[in-house]
């Protein structure tokens, strides 16, 4: 399984990770400063766990929306 990321507004891909494990999902996003996590108001997911765990941990600011 691989996770897709999404600009919402833009309708545009942003990229597509291979592999959705926890600590594959945890690494990419890291690339990226708090500053620049911390600008991230709204991460649309389904129910799978890690995509919730990992919004709540690493984007402070960002609401979950989950979409079944």
């Given at each position: 399984?691989?996770?897709?990321l999404?600009?919402?507004?833009?309708?545009?891909?942003?990229d597509?990770?291979e592999?959705?494990q926890?600590?594959?999902?945890?690494?990419?996003?890291?690339?990226y400063?708090?500053e620049?996590r911390?600008q991230?108001?709204?991460?649309?997911t389904?129910?799978?766990?890690?995509?919730?765990?990992l919004?709540?941990?690493?984007?402070?600011n960002?609401?979950?929306?989950?979409?079944?």
């Open positions: 399984m691989s996770c897709i999404m600009d919402g507004e833009a309708g545009k891909l942003v597509i990770i592999n959705r926890k600590k594959k999902l945890e690494a990419y996003f890291q690339r400063s708090l620049k911390s991230v108001q709204l991460v649309v389904d129910f799978y766990s890690p995509y919730i765990t919004t709540k941990e690493l984007f402070p960002a609401n979950v929306l989950i979409d079944r």
